[in-house]
Structure formats: structure tokens, C-alpha cells
């Protein structure tokens, strides 16, 4: 997936994790529940609560924000159900701690895919063909 010369810049990798660290912090300081609401409301712009607060958002290829369900698509579908589908067959063949391990390493590897990618997307952005972008639509 190329850039046009129209999108906003890339968000750094920084800002990246910054995010996902801030998504995490959240989800705990609201018990998840504040976070989930406040991720229904933000999704619809192609955010997180992160990225609403860092002013980061997905687009979807072609430039266009990704909607609340592509971003459904992405970070559940992709990044909860499929990851978590991937931990159970390796727990399941290798045993709790083995496959434990090699999923965390598998997903770590996903996240931080971002940080050598040229268009700084991570696994999950590849497999929707999304990236984010720092800067308001």
C-alpha cells in the first residue's frame, strides 16, 4: 500500500506505542468498561481512546477513515479472535507453557512489525490494509 500524496503523515512509531500503552493504562483505570464504551464512540473516526487523545487515527486503503466496523474488523477480530485462535492451536500442540511462549513472541513480533515497516503498519494494519496517521481529518 502506497501513501498518497493527500494522506496525513504516518504516526511515528513512538506515537505508536505510546498508544497502545495508553490503551492499556485506560482499559485498566476504567475497568474496561469505560474503555469499551469510550472505544465505540471513538471507532466511528477510525480511533481508539489512545488515538483520540495522541490525535492519531486508522485510514483504511485509498485514504478513506476507517469506519467503526473495519476498526471492529481490525482490532478484534484480527488482534483478539484470530491471535487468540492462533494461541489455543499452539497451546493445544505444544502445551500450556511452549505454546504460551511462542504465541507471546508471535504476537510481539505482530505489534513491533510497525517499527521496521516501512509504512509503520503492524500485522493486523497488513492483513486489513490500514495504516495510522497522526493529524485531525
Not at 496525513?8 to 469499551?36: E, K
Amino acid at each position: 500500500m502506497t501513501a498518497s500524496a493527500t494522506d496525513p503523515p504516518l504516526a511515528s512509531q513512538s506515537r505508536r506505542l505510546a498508544g497502545a500503552v495508553l490503551d492499556i493504562a485506560l482499559f485498566v483505570l476504567t475497568l474496561g468498561i469505560g474503555w469499551v464504551i469510550w472505544y465505540l464512540v471513538a471507532a466511528r473516526n477510525g480511533q481508539s481512546p489512545a488515538k483520540r487523545l495522541l490525535g492519531t487515527r486508522v485510514i483504511r486503503e485509498g485514504g478513506s477513515v476507517a469506519t467503526l466496523g473495519w476498526m471492529l474488523i481490525r482490532d478484534l477480530a484480527v488482534r483478539v479472535i484470530a491471535f487468540g485462535a492462533v494461541n489455543r492451536v499452539l497451546v493445544a500442540i505444544l502445551g500450556e507453557e511452549a505454546g504460551g511462549t511462542i504465541y507471546g513472541l508471535a504476537f510481539v513480533v505482530a505489534a513491533l512489525w510497525c517499527v521496521w515497516d516501512a509504512s509503520h503498519q503492524c500485522l493486523w494494519d497488513k492483513i486489513v490494509r490500514t495504516r495510522v496517521v497522526y493529524g485531525r481529518p
